[in-house]
């Protein structure tokens, strides 16, 4: 290896244990702050919020609901819109895809759950492993090095599940 | 909070701040995903905070009686009075504060 191929690894090195103390970072700040607010909301209002969620979502396409609960957020938002403050209703618009991802995605099972899913009916954990890591590297390619202003901003849609959905 | 919290400014800022950063595309890509799965979990605690208790208690209790449209109108009423959404954008508001201030103590600066 020569010095350039050196100062490469180390640079590559180095921007690596960077990137790991970003995401422990902004992932124990995140996890505190959540298990915080979670906090608040009791095991049985949760049990009862994804029993209603699960069979309301019954054989339907989550990003069908997502698009109905959308548009009757953004109906009520205009309906409010005319009869108060003009920037709240323009606040509202922003937040209606975030709260309407939340009403329409069941929560996503961890990995573990499912692999010991898949053994449960008989598909092969290497199977659901790799359906898993397709959908994975579907995401993430979307999400991809946005190049420019356009590529930011198609991040921060899927980000507020303002312009799709983002399923993890 | 700011009454003019913008919550899109100022994740656009945070994606821009990151993808301007020398972090490997993977880790981006893994503090987006982060990010996004911190801001939904903002939603739910305010959500369930507006919903009608009445009606979630109903609907639970007899699962046969709940149809989308159904699910749908109790969803839309907890915002009916735009009270909700205040919330909502208050506790955006303190997630993004912690996201903003990790990614300050990283190196990674937001202004």
């Known amino acids: 290896m020569d010095t350039a191929d050196t100062i490469e690894t180390q640079s590559v090195e180095a921007k690596a244990a960077k990137g790991a ?60 819109g005319a009869e ?27 990995i573990s759950k499912a692999a010991l899913a898949a053994t449960a009916t008989g598909v092969g954990i290497a199977e659901k492993a790799s359906e898993i890591k397709a959908m994975k590297d579907a995401h993430d390619a979307q999400l991809r090095k946005p190049p420019n202003d356009a590529g930011r901003s198609l991040v921060v849609e899927r980000m507020m599940a303002m312009g799709g959905n983002t399923p993890y | 909070m700011d009454t003019e919290f913008d919550p899109e400014a100022r994740i656009t800022n945070i994606v821009r701040r990151i993808d301007q950063s020398d972090l490997l595309d993977s880790d981006k890509i893994h503090l987006f995903a982060e990010i996004a799965d911190g801001l939904k979990a903002a939603v739910l605690p305010v959500l369930l905070t507006h ?11 007899n699962p046969a009686s709940v149809t989308l449209d159904r699910y749908i109108e109790f969803i839309a009423h907890a915002f009916d009075e735009g009270v909700a959404t205040d919330d909502v954008v208050r506790s955006l508001g303190a997630v993004i504060i912690e996201i903003e201030r990790a990614l300050e103590e990283s190196g990674i600066p937001m202004s």
């Not at chain 1, 298990?35 to 909301?41: G, R």
């Not at chain 1, 403050?85 to 939340?102: D, E, F, I, N, Q």
């Open chain 2, 51 to 61: 919903v009608s208790r009445e009606e979630l208690t109903a609907m639970s209790r």
């Open chain 1, 84 to 110: 108060s403050v003009p920037t709240k209703t323009k606040m509202r618009m922003k937040v209606v895809g975030l709260v309407a991802s939340v009403a329409a995605f069941l929560d996503p099972e961890p």
């Open chain 1, 21 to 80: 103390e970003v995401r422990r970072r902004v992932s124990d700040r995140l996890k505190t702050w959540v298990k915080d607010q979670h906090a608040t909301i009791s095991q049985s209002e949760r049990h009862a919020f994804s029993t209603v969620r699960k069979k309301a979502l019954e054989g339907q396409s989550e990003k069908g609901v997502m698009t109905r609960v959308r548009t009757k957020l953004e109906m009520g938002s205009q309906k409010t």
